[in-house]
């Protein structure tokens, strides 16, 4: 039932309800403590229903923490119209270049210093946004600096061909 039902005993007066609409004969007392009942039982059930959607929500959240010098992966933020390093949907990376970072802002935001080229975007990111870099002895990273646009795309080149293939389809 909704809520003005539960505590008003009556249905909302909305276009919808018009032809349910019906006297009242109790006033009193009786109502006033009827009602405060009824919103002790609503409050008990709406902090049951939260409880239980937060417990399922906790078991996939983890806290994040860094520390002034780690690396981190920002993550891209999809914007609509723009494709980010030329691909399309899912086929498109989750993050960009390898950053440190340089200070924390407040608990949840981190200051990373950003290429030149994008003077254009804030360099304080939440939380939420960073992916932690776990170091590895044999994993080199090859970094070539990438010439990126305002918009965050770049554009590709071919470094070479690795075969070249003529194909007769059917008739054609």
């Given at each position: 039932?909704?809520?003005?039902?539960?505590?008003?005993?009556?249905?909302?007066?909305?276009?919808?309800?018009?032809?349910?609409?019906v006297?009242?004969?109790?006033?009193g007392?009786?109502?006033?403590?009827?009602?405060?009942?009824?919103?002790?039982?609503?409050?008990?059930?709406?902090?049951?229903?939260?409880?239980?959607?937060?417990?399922?929500?906790?078991?996939?959240?983890?806290?994040?923490?860094?520390?002034?010098?780690d690396?981190?992966?920002?993550?891209?933020?999809?914007?609509?119209?723009?494709?980010?390093?030329?691909?399309?949907?899912?086929?498109?990376?989750?993050?960009?270049?390898?950053?440190?970072?340089?200070?924390?802002?407040?608990?949840?935001?981190?200051?990373?210093?950003?290429?030149?080229?994008?003077?254009?975007?804030?360099?304080?990111?939440?939380?939420?946004?960073?992916?932690?870099?776990?170091?590895?002895?044999?994993?080199?990273?090859?970094?070539?600096?990438?010439?990126?646009?305002?918009?965050?795309?770049?554009?590709?080149?071919?470094?070479?061909?690795l075969?070249?293939?003529?194909?007769?389809?059917?008739?054609?």
């Open positions: 039932m909704d809520p003005y039902e539960a505590l008003y005993g009556r249905k909302c007066m909305s276009p919808i309800h018009l032809d349910e609409v006297e009242r004969d109790e006033i007392p009786d109502i006033v403590q009827r009602t405060a009942d009824l919103v002790v039982k609503i409050r008990d059930k709406m902090k049951t229903t939260q409880s239980k959607h937060k417990s399922f929500a906790d078991k996939r959240r983890r806290d994040l923490e860094f520390a002034v010098g690396h981190v992966f920002v993550k891209i933020a999809p914007m609509k119209g723009v494709m980010p390093f030329g691909k399309k949907g899912k086929l498109g990376p989750m993050f960009i270049v390898l950053f440190e970072i340089l200070e924390g802002v407040g608990a949840l935001a981190y200051k990373v210093p950003l290429l030149p080229n994008l003077a254009g975007v804030q360099n304080v990111f939440n939380i939420f946004m960073l992916h932690k870099y776990m170091s590895n002895p044999s994993h080199v990273l090859n970094y070539e600096p990438l010439q990126l646009t305002p918009n965050l795309s770049y554009e590709e080149k071919p470094m070479q061909i075969g070249r293939q003529e194909r007769r389809l059917r008739i054609r």
